[in-house]
C-alpha cells in the first residue's frame, strides 16, 4: 500500500478522535485563560442552564455567562466573585434563608455541588477543607 506523506500524523489523529478519548484530561485548575472560556461554554453552562431552568423556567429564562458573572463579565475578564448578592462568611445559610429560602435551599442542593464537580474542587469545610469551594465562589462577600 501507498502510503501519502503524512499518513502516520494522520491516522494518529483518526485513532484520537474515533476513540474519543484524550491523553491526560486536564483540570480547571490547569486550564488558561482561553481554555477557560470554551470550558465554561461547552461544558458548565449547558449543565448549569438545565438546572436553573428545570428549578424556575421563568426567572432563568435567559441563563448565560452573565447570569452568574454579571453584565460586565468582559470589562472584569471574568473575574468571580463579581456581581452574585453578597452573603456574609459566618452563618452564610442562615443569611441566605432570610433572602429566600427555596432559592438558598436549591443552591446548596443543586447549584453548589454541581459547580463543585464541574470545577473539580473541594467543598469547602472549616476543618478539612479551609480553602475548598464556597456559596461565595460566585457570590460575593457581604460586608
Ligand atoms: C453557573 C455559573 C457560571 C456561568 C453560567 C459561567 N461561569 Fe464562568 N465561572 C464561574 C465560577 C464560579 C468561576 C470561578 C471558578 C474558580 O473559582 O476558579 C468562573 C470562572 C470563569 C473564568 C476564569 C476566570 C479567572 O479569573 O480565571 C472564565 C474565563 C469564565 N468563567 C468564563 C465564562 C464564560 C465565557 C461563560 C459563558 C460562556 C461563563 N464563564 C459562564 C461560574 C460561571
Ligand atoms: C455557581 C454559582 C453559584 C453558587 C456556587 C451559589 N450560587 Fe446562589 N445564585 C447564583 C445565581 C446565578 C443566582 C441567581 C441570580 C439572579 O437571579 O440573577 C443565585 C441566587 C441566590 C439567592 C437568591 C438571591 C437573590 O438575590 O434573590 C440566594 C439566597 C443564594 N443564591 C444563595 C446561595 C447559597 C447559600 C449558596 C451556597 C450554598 C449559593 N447561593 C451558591 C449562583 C450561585
Known sequence: MVRPRGYAALSA????????????PETWAELDHEERVAY??????????????????????SF???TCHGDDASEV?????????PLPL???LEAADAIDPDEAAFMLDEVFPKMVELLGYEKYNKVSAPDGFRCVGCHRVAE
Open 13 to 24: 489523529l483518526l485513532g484520537w478522535l474515533l476513540c474519543g478519548c484524550e491523553a491526560e
Open 40 to 61: 465554561m461554554g461547552e461544558v458548565v453552562v449547558p449543565a448549569m442552564r438545565e438546572i436553573f431552568q428545570s428549578h424556575d423556567p421563568e426567572r432563568y429564562a
Open 64 to 66: 448565560s455567562c452573565q
Open 77 to 85: 475578564d471574568y473575574a468571580m466573585p463579581n456581581a452574585l448578592t
Open 90 to 92: 459566618e452563618g452564610t
